[in-house]
Nanobody
């Protein structure tokens, strides 16, 4: 599975962005999908995850109630809708697929996209 993240950009605080994670290969629909982010000088942080049938979603505490993860298996694409963005959300956002353990741990994900930059100005 190859993943390509897109949709990042520059937005003012309070604004919204929607990230997309386009996957190649039919196996994508059998995998959980996750989003992580990494700011300069910081460790990679769990943002959100969704199960392969989209019945379960999980969020990091810092984005809960502001971000929404979803997926469209027919399009082989995962999404991260980000609302009420804050300057502290500024980071490179990575999508991942196939969690084999605790989904909040980046080491448990098998496939990664290249990352897309999100910058939130104050």
């Amino acid at each position: 599975v190859q993943l390509q993240a897109s949709g990042g950009g520059l937005v003012q605080a309070g604004g919204s962005l929607r990230l997309s994670c386009k996957a190649s290969g039919r196996a994508f629909r059998n995998y959980s999908v996750g989003w992580f982010r990494q700011a300069p000088g910081k460790e990679r942080e769990f943002v959100a995850a969704i199960s392969w049938v989209a019945t379960n979603t999980y969020y990091g505490d810092s984005v809960k109630d502001r971000f929404t993860i979803s997926r469209d298996n027919a399009k082989n694409t995962g999404y991260l809708q980000m609302n009420s963005l804050k300057p502290e959300d500024t980071a490179v956002y990575y999508c991942a697929a196939q969690s084999t353990g605790q989904h909040t741990e980046s080491r448990n994900w098998g496939y990664w996209g290249q990352g897309t930059q999100v910058t939130v100005s104050s």
